[in-house]
Nanobody, 117 residues
Framework: QVQLVESGGGLVQAGGSLRLSCAASGRTFIPYMGWFRQAPGKERERVATISWRKSSTYDVDSVKGRFTISRDNTKNTVMLQMNSLKPEDTAVYFC???????????WGQGIQVTVSS
C-alpha cells in the first residue's frame, strides 16, 4: 500500500516562502507526482505535476514564476517551493501520485498553508 506524507506547511506572511515535501513509501517507483490545493469553499485544483523524467507542468496561472515543483527519484519525494506567497495561496495542499499520467492513484492527507496579509 502506497502512503504519501506531506510536510512543511504552516503560517507565513505575504511575500514569504514555504517548501512543501511529500515522501512516498510502499512502492519503489511512481512515475507521476504532483500537488493539488483546496481553498475554503472552492474546488480542489491541480497546482503542478512532475514526471519521473522531471518534466513539469503548472496548471494555475497565478503560481507560475513563484512556485517550483521538483522531485528526488532516489527518495521517492516531491517538493513544492513556494515563493512570494499571497493570501490567495491559502489552502490545504495535497500531494498526489499515479502510475499513469493524469490519474491520481494515491493521495496524501493534506497540509495547511496559511498566508497572512
Amino acid at each position: 500500500q502506497v502512503q504519501l506524507v506531506e510536510s512543511g506547511g504552516g503560517l507565513v506572511q505575504a511575500g514569504g516562502s514555504l517548501r512543501l515535501s511529500c515522501a512516498a513509501s510502499g512502492r519503489t517507483f511512481i512515475p507521476y507526482m504532483g500537488w493539488f490545493r483546496q481553498a475554503p469553499g472552492k474546488e480542489r485544483e491541480r497546482v503542478a505535476t512532475i514526471s519521473w523524467r522531471k518534466s513539469s507542468t503548472y496548471d494555475v496561472d497565478s503560481v507560475k514564476g513563484r512556485f517550483t515543483i521538483s522531485r528526488d527519484n532516489t527518495k521517492n519525494t516531491v517538493m513544492l517551493q513556494m515563493n512570494s506567497l499571497k493570501p490567495e495561496d491559502t489552502a490545504v495542499y495535497f500531494c498526489a501520485a499515479g502510475m499513469t499520467i493524469g490519474v491520481n492513484d494515491y493521495w496524501g492527507q493534506g497540509i495547511q498553508v496559511t498566508v497572512s496579509s
